[in-house]
């Protein structure tokens, strides 16, 4: 198993490539028995990225599970990979086989702000 965030998986994917290790970084993603991508959309994905992470996903396809987080809804991964056909190909894999689930109201984090008082509803309310 293995948590990473889509960041840090995309500097690490992005590195070997460099060093022409692309290969065998791709295999051990795709062994893995999980793989827990965080924070899709977080950060920008720049097209080398967006190539990468779809290699990884096509590779992992249908081979083990994966748990992906993100805070963007599926129409705006068109925008985050950069190029629509690209994030429609990402999703028609990721979604083949896929439980999604939806949560909604306020972070983990921002609950505990609120319960401790360190943040007011109305500011909560802009944040999310």
């Known amino acids: 198993m ?3 965030t889509a960041a840090a998986m995309i500097a690490t994917l992005t590195r070997a490539l460099t060093e022409n290790r692309l290969e065998d970084k791709l295999k051990l993603y795709t062994i893995l028995r999980l793989l827990i ?3 899709i ?3 920008p994905i720049d097209r080398t990225g967006a190539n990468l992470f779809f290699q990884l996903i096509s590779r992992r396809y249908e081979k ?5 987080t993100s805070n963007q809804s599926f129409g705006a991964w068109g925008e985050i990979f950069g190029d629509r056909v690209l994030a429609t190909a990402i999703l028609d894999r990721v979604l083949h086989h896929a439980i999604t689930m939806n949560i909604r109201g306020h972070s983990y984090r921002l609950k505990e702000k609120l319960k401790a008082g360190l943040v007011r509803v ?3 309310s802009t944040t999310t």
């Open 2 to 4: 293995l948590f990473t």
């Open 37 to 39: 991508i965080d924070e």
């Open 41 to 43: 959309g977080y950060l």
């Open 64 to 68: 083990g599970p994966m748990i992906l």
């Open 122 to 124: 109305e500011e909560a």
